[in-house]
């Protein structure tokens, strides 16, 4: 079955759905009806300003949902995905009690009961089974609020969407749960080339068994539209049949996939009315806000999201994945729109997209601008706006458009996108920021611009970066600049400059003139690649240095004078930095074993349960491993007769299918093994604790 023309800007358009859903109905998550009607009156634009909190949050419903999807590609883009290879991808992706679930408790929240149940062996689907849980933990929200993903990767072919959905749904939930989260896969699915809302839900329903209550449940909703034209009165109907009081348990599915169906049926085919009849019905509004956002924005397109309030300029496509896969955190609409829709590629035999020979911010869909939003600062006084723009790029279709008024010399405009975790997010309120940074020292910028001047002023055009410094401070760091004239083209390359060991926070685009200038200046790409140049360790000053590390260890640096102190009380625990777009390089860390099992060093790591590393064991012996899933393999061992409270010195190098394993600089293994071609590091300790220094990454 052909792809649809328009796959990937239909993608990105859920995925703005998604995000927008949830950011519009998470300030009021759990509210009632009556509290919302009373304090916010209807739903019908954002109101977080309302409520006093940030409109782009860390939440499970964003994260999971992009996260999970992985085990499709970290497994081969295999059609015969099991539900025990997405749970093994659960188990890599999370990290207990911190990040994407709401940690409830055994029996209480139900994708914690699941974690807990592959914890300790039980795989998927009995993990999410109701045999194991009971039925109403089984049946909760949660298969449906992760579910779109799947969808997104079977465009038009509803009985394969619905069949992942049970599959990737089964990992936590069973019974009604499944069969919500099916009618949802199956009507996002092909809403890719369908837009009559009948038609989707009789597809929708074919999915199920006629005799569920998710089926009937819908269809008498569909009966009641055709008698009662008020949305309000519906919901009466609804909450008095299909309610908590009669489905309960935290958040049950039933109550809240019928409020889903309801706002479907009196939204008018309307992105913004449908939004608000979902949200201001209440119960779990920032799940169902999400996936009916998902649905409407692959169903109606970009342009469906046009006819009411601008919804996505406050976005600017940004949103957080906290994981284990530290370096995945800083994301955007578009990253994530290419991934999703180079799974369902990948699904049909057919080569991935990569737009701009791969440019990690390529501005190449409608409207989109990556997070880059211009700053606002006492001498940044000139106005500055960015808008996407069709041409100006020399291999896509569109640019990002730098907009500029009256910028001199003192008076500069300034747009950036986050590289790191932005002021306004250290501290942000739910769930963990857990974060690395995308971009370090060593690794090569490069950018395309062209210039055009609304009064023939040139402008001076320059990189910089903005890092945290002392007292968590932001520095600013200047790149290579270029004086251009209107029609003039220029393309910036960069090696980015060691800055103290101090994360990364941004990386943005200066304009400038020696008169008062006005103009645009069109921003074709921005990318950067090879390894980085770095040594992490504790700064002279400030916090953040330590919160660039992705914490999977029980506990990590209390009451300590060393750098890094790690303590795991069970298992394996590591300490995780960098990002999956590492390949080739050169690890080195000393490594001080106390009361341990095992301590070591680990390279190219995806998560809690995909690396190599090059471990001091108990028994005297050094091995080099290869976690995977759910199996750790010793690929190379040899003896050793290492010490408690000793340091070592530990290098990891991988070239290629090449690693190469080092000890106070003897080399001890050379294996070929090609199962992870890339990613970050970590620090690796098992039952015990262990101490480091200092951990220098650099190319080879």
Known sequence: MALPVDYLERVYAGVLGKIIGVYLGRPFEGGSYEQILEGLGKIWYYVHEKRGVPLIVTDDDITGTFTFLRAMPDHGNSPDLTPAQIGHSWMNYLIEERTILWWGGLGNSTEHTAFLRMKHGIEAPMSGSIKLNSQVVAEQIGAQIFIDGWAMIAPNDPQFAAELARRA?????????????????????????????????????????TESVIARMIGELRELRKVEPD????????????????YGGNVHMVPNHGLMILSLLYGDDDFQKTLMIVNTCGWDTDCNSGNIGCLMGIKNGLAGMETGPDYRGPVEDRLYLPTADSGSAISDAVTQAVTIANIGRALRGQAPLAPKNGARFHFDLPGSVQNFRAEESIESKGTTTVENVLGHSASGTRSLAIHYAAVAKGRPARVATATWVPPEAVDMPGYMMMASPTLYPGQAVRARVEAHSANGAPVTCRLYLRHYGAEDALVRVYGPEALLSSGVEHTFDWQIPGVGGYPIAELG????????????????????????????????????????????????????????????????????????????????????????????????????????????????????????????????????????????TIVLEVEGSEIRGFVDGEQLFIVEDDELPCGGVALVVEEGRTATQSVSVSPL
Request: contains cysteine.
């Open 169 to 209: 749904a089964s990992v936590s939930h069973d019974g009604e749960a499944i069969y919500g989260a099916q009618v949802l896969a199956a009507m996002e699915s092909l809403a890719f080339v369908e837009a009559d809302l009948d038609t989707l839900l009789d597809v929708g329903l074919s999915v199920i068994p």
């Open 509 to 648: 685009v200066e304009l400038s003139s020696a008169a008062r200038a006005n103009g645009t200046v069109y921003l074709d790409y921005v990318t950067w690649e090879g390894a980085p140049d770095v040594v992490l360790t504790k700064t002279e000053s400030g916090t953040m240095w330590r919160r660039a590390w992705v914490n999977g260890v029980d506990d990590y640096n209390r009451w300590s004078s060393e750098p890094f102190r790690l303590m795991q009380n069970e298992g394996t625990g590591l300490l995780i930095h960098g990002t999956r777009q590492w390949t080739d390089y050169r690890v080195t860390a000393d490594v001080t074993p106390h009361a341990v099992a095992s301590a070591g060093l680990a390279a190219r790591v995806q998560g809690m349960r995909r690396y190599y590393a090059l471990m001091l064991c108990s028994g005297g012996k050094v091995r080099l491993v290869r976690a995977l899933a759910n199996t750790l393999q010793t690929l190379a061992e040899v003896d050793m007769a290492w010490a408690l409270d000793h340091s070592y």
């Open 231 to 246: 949305w309000q009165k519906a919901f009466e109907w609804l909450r008095t049949r299909y309610g908590y009081d009669t």
